[in-house]
């Protein structure tokens, strides 16, 4: 099972981009997905939320200008970023909740499931 993030990428300040990550493997369910990112020299921080059922949550600094949602069927999870400043400047993760299969037929269920990063820089 894997997470495969795209979409990052530089842009103006004002400016949008859209990223996304694909589920893939053999995977039961997938619960909560989310968006985090990570500055220099910060800690990972939660952008938004999606739950299986549709309910969002966001940052403070995503309020407004960030719009997370998903496609259960094609197993992804979008992030819809305008508005964009210096300050969104970061690496950023898709993370989920699911549970998949393991080779020998077994379930596991897995809490923060990391994709890799994907870079999104904004220039002033």
């Known amino acids: 099972v894997q997470l495969q993030a795209s979409g990052g990428g530089l842009v103006q300040a004002g400016g949008s981009l859209r990223l996304s990550c694909v589920a893939s493997?053999?995977?039961?369910?997938?619960?909560?997905m989310a968006w985090y990112r990570q500055a220099p020299g910060k800690q990972r921080e939660l952008v938004a939320r999606?739950?299986?059922?549709?309910?969002?949550t966001y940052a403070d600094s995503a309020k407004g200008r960030f719009t997370i949602s998903r496609d259960n069927a094609k197993k992804t999870v979008n992030l819809q970023m305008n508005s964009l400043k210096p300050e969104d400047t970061a690496v950023y993760y898709c993370?989920?909740?699911?549970?998949?299969?393991?080779?020998?037929?077994?379930?596991?269920?897995?809490?923060?499931?990391w994709g890799q990063g994907t870079l999104v820089t904004v220039s002033s």
């Open positions: 993370n989920v909740d699911w549970g998949y299969y393991m080779a020998d037929g077994s379930i596991v269920q897995q809490k923060d499931y």
């Open positions: 999606i739950s299986s059922g549709g309910l969002t």
């Open positions: 493997g053999r995977i039961l369910s997938i619960n909560d």
